[in-house]
């Protein structure tokens, strides 16, 4: 069975921590995609990144960065000096080779920073 | 920018009622989805269309249809409404499951928050 475990419901920080948040995956599938999605308050999901299972090369884009794992299957996201405006909630995602175009999400991290 | 829009941000019916809730993307996807969200049960998939006239069956899909007559509009159909189907709706859409559209994100529009009273 494909599944996306978010362990981690609910985090707190202070502006400027680092922080990080945890994807754990299954699928039986040797090709698969991943996915990163933030929801901030206003409802919409934006997509941050995907990342292809022969890929492992992990990832930097400004104060984010992805490491995927295929050992331990996680696809873990770091915020590098968090800020207010990164409060939301993040959604890991698994799309897989034989899922026909179907994306299985984690219940979802949501990230409070405060000032 | 691919631009998914759904009609309403927010929607209140009556149990009972027959609800219809309604998607349109601009970048000609081939694909189409509705998911519901709610807490601590992350987003599940209720309908997806992978053509005009084309629909499948996600997870959930007990209470609900869905039409598509055209490439652009997705519809979700609550055929008698229940309270238990107050919940955030997302539509998304992507491109075909081609060799270059495998690994190509879904793009979701802003959310419709229907409740059931």
């Known amino acids: 069975a494909q599944k996306v475990t978010q362990a981690q419901t609910e985090i707190s920080v202070v502006e400027k921590e680092d922080v990080t948040l945890d994807c754990v995956y299954e699928t039986r599938d040797t090709t698969y995609y991943l996915f990163w999605y933030k929801q901030p308050p206003s409802g919409e999901l934006v997509f941050l990144i995907r990342?292809?299972?022969?890929?492992?090369q992990n990832e930097i884009s400004g104060r984010y960065s992805w490491n995927f794992q295929k050992s331990t299957s996680s696809f873990n996201f770091t915020i590098t000096a968090s800020q207010v405006v990164d409060s939301a909630v993040y959604f890991c995602?698994?799309?897989?080779?034989?899922?026909?175009?179907?994306?299985?999400f984690g219940t979802g991290t949501r990230l409070l920073v405060s000032p | 920018d691919v631009k998914v829009t759904q009609s309403s941000r927010y929607l209140v019916k009556r149990t009972g009622e027959k609800v219809f809730l309604e998607c349109v993307q601009d970048?000609?996807?081939?694909?189409m989805f509705w998911y519901r969200q709610d807490p601590g049960l992350g987003l599940r998939l209720i309908y997806f269309?992978?053509?005009?006239?084309?629909?499948e069956k996600g997870d959930i899909p007990e209470g609900y249809s869905v039409s598509r007559e055209k490439k652009e509009r997705f519809s979700l159909i609550l055929e008698s409404a229940s309270t238990n189907q107050t919940s955030m709706y997302l539509c998304?859409?992507?491109?075909?499951?081609?060799?270059?559209?495998?690994?190509?994100?879904?793009?979701f529009g802003d959310g419709t928050r229907l409740s059931i009273l």
């Open positions: 998304a859409s992507s491109h075909s499951w081609s060799d270059a559209g495998k690994d190509q994100p879904q793009h």
């Open positions: 995602a698994l799309k897989w080779d034989t899922g026909f175009q179907k994306l299985v």
């Open positions: 970048m000609d996807h081939e694909n």
């Open positions: 990342r292809n299972s022969f890929d492992e």
């Open positions: 269309s992978y053509d005009v006239k084309m629909k």
